[in-house]
């Protein structure tokens, strides 16, 4: 397998892309300002010991002040334990902060005989600041190299548990415990097995030079003040993702290849002549085919090559993944049209759980097949798919119905999370009330209300394509209303309205949402309505229609009634009393001070 590391850094974000035979495998996007801090190391000042809650807050220049746990001062031999129990073995807080701490003994050790107020001290950001709290930090600083992670304040040799052979173990362990300087540590991370003497001595060498750095500048200038800032995405790819197996890394942006170079040259020598810079003339991504690819992940549909397609739904609790047929099939080879079908799927889908990373429960539902071995095979293909995921799934087999349930670890958002948001149209839902539910929903407004209104107008304000449904098809019932209500209904055509609002009243009356939309530009929605009169609760259209229609009228055909209607009301029309038709305005477009277009 020939892959790239395809890396667009000209501009806001930093993306990441890992191609594999020419396909989008992995997808990582970084946007510059949306960085944390989570992983700097901060030369800060303690500003107050708390020994009621056996923490400290440390000053590390940041807007609130940063926690500090006295078991991130000073652990028991379980803290530490835990600490070493993660493969990356960045933090040890993966629970909630406070439960954790009540949990944790501190090994006889106060806050109070441990730190000084003014006291400067050397701390690790383990948890990003939230909005009431500062970050959380450590004493327990861990630098993360590519096979190795580097604890300089702790004496400790851990290798991942994920390294089941004995003897592998064994090896790591002598490799490390001979270059290791007393009383530091080193946890060895599960992409290290296997790797050479000589490539773990050189990450060793790597993370002891940059904790020697550190110490040098934490001795010199000013407190507070950042002495480490943690890898950003672009570096952490090249520690993480830059193996063996990838034959090319290639990037955009000089100073960004300039940057990795330098990192590269000092990390891992090695790997010098694989890196590139980009000189197409077509932005980087467009060049690889990686855009369109993008793209792709982020629609429910995604089309296979042979007229299928899958319909993925991330939702709350699981993602759904449909499988179709999409043309039809012959009758006489259905099973293995669709077994065809599904086999080109279970690679697709794979794929399409790694580059939108899913993770969580997922359930794929793929073409029924009536023969066991086929369901057999499917299964197999789809496992071997999602071998190549750095993910871990778990899958069970496929049952008669065709379905299987699976698990992916989550890793990160998904990236139908980090680069959408909820639709403002239809505020998340997916979809609207179709034309025809708000205009009947408007006529029974209209109905209930025509009433109250006093003058002999009554005007309508709805979306342009609600005002077509009344003047077109429903012209009818319009007319039998206004026969009822003896007013004449005028429908003016707003294509600043959303298309499930309407607003019902008198000429003279001045709306009072119109000024606001005029002003506030979008339609704030949720407000309180005074004029506007939105129902929520509906019949069918057909309830409507016969609430509209009523018992008078059933011995005449609503078609001929609209024609017979029309033809009397344009009479009326004729004398001057209620013109015929409702009054269509023509929209201009762009509507957008709703108030200036009235009378
Ligand atoms: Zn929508």
């Known amino acids: 397998m020939s892959s790239l590391l395809v890396i667009n850094a000209d501009g806001p974000e930093t993306r990441v892309a890992l191609v594999e035979d020419g396909l989008l495998g992995e997808l990582y996007i970084e946007r510059k300002r949306e960085r ?36 991130d001062v000073r652990g028991t031999p379980d803290d530490l334990k835990r600490l070493f129990s993660g493969d ?21 050790a106060r806050i ?14 383990t948890k990003e600041p939230i909005s009431t709290k500062g970050a959380r930090t450590t004493r327990y600083v861990s630098l993360p190299g590519r096979h190795l992670v580097f604890m300089p304040t702790v004496d400790h040799i851990g290798i991942s548990r ?24 080193f946890i060895v991370r599960t992409v290290a097995e296997n790797v050479s003497e000589k490539e773990l001595k050189s990450d060793m060498e790597f993370l002891i030079k940059l904790w020697n750095e550190i110490v040098k500048r934490s001795e010199s200038g000013r407190c507070p003040a950042l002495i480490y800032n943690d890898l950003d995405l672009l570096l952490r790819t090249v520690r993480d993702m830059f193996t063996p197996d990838v034959e090319k890394l290639i990037i955009d942006s000089r100073p960004e290849y300039d940057r990795v170079k330098k990192f590269i040259n000092a990390l891992m020598p090695d790997f010098t002549g694989h890196i590139e810079l ?54 006489s080879s259905l099973e293995d049209t669709i077994t065809k079908t599904n086999l080109e799927a279970c690679r697709e889908v794979a794929e399409q759980l790694r580059i939108r990373s899913i993770g969580g429960m997922i359930v794929v539902d793929f073409i029924d097949m009536d023969r066991p071995n086929n369901r057999e095979k499917v299964t197999r293909a789809f496992n071997d798919h999602l071998r190549r995921d750095r993910s871990k799934a778990t899958v069970t087999r496929i049952s008669e119905l065709g379905l299987i349930e699976m698990t992916r670890k989550r890793t990160r958002e998904s990236l139908l999370h980090s680069l959408t948001e909820p639709c403002t149209y239809c505020e998340g839902k997916g979809y609207t009330k179709s034309r025809q539910t708000v205009a009947y929903e408007l006529l029974r407004e209209i109905r209930r209300q025509g ?65 606001e939309v005029a002003s506030g530009g979008a339609r704030e929605r949720d407000e309180p309505k005074k004029r506007r009169r939105r129902k ?57 001070p709703v108030v200036k277009t009235d009378e």
């Open 451 to 515: 009433d109250l209104i006093e003058s002999d107008t009554i005007v309508i304000e709805a979306h342009p394509l609600i005002a077509e449904v009344l003047s077109g098809t429903d012209r009818g019932f319009i007319e039998d209303l206004e026969k009822r209500l003896q007013k004449r209904l005028v429908v003016k055509a707003r294509s600043s309205f959303h298309m499930e609002d309407f607003e019902i009243h008198s000429p003279g009356e001045k709306a009072i949402e119109k000024s």
């Open 88 to 108: 990356a073995g960045k933090s040890a807080d993966d629970e909630d902060d406070e439960e954790a701490d009540r949990k944790r003994a501190h090994g006889g």
């Open 162 to 185: 994920r390294i089941a052979s004995d003897k592998e173990r064994r090896r790591l362990r002598d490799i490390v415990e001979s270059m290791r300087p007393p009383g530091s540590g």
């Open 278 to 331: 980009y000189d197409g003339a077509d932005p980087i991504f467009d060049g690889y085919g990686i855009e369109i690819e993008i793209d792709r992940a982020l629609e429910r549909k995604v089309w296979l090559k042979s007229g299928g397609y899958l319909i993925v739904d991330e939702m709350e609790a699981l993602t759904a993944v449909d499988v179709n047929t999409g043309r039809f099939v012959g009758k």
């Open 112 to 125: 109070e005989d441990l730190l000084k107020e003014g006291q400067e001290i050397v701390v690790q950001v």
């Open 36 to 71: 944390g801090i989570a992983g700097n190391i901060y030369k800060g000042r303690v500003e107050r010991v708390l020994p009621g809650m056996q923490a400290a807050f440390v000053n590390i220049g940041a807007e609130k002040s940063a926690y500090l746990h006295v078991s």
């Open 536 to 592: 929520r609760a509906l019949g069918s259209p057909a309830d409507v229609e016969a609430m509209l229609a009523e018992e008078e009228m059933s011995a005449v055909s609503p078609d001929g009634l609209a024609h017979e209607e029309a033809a009397q009301a344009a009479a009326r029309g004729a004398n001057g009393v209620v013109p015929a038709e409702p009054v269509v305005e023509p929209v201009a477009e762009p509507v957008v």
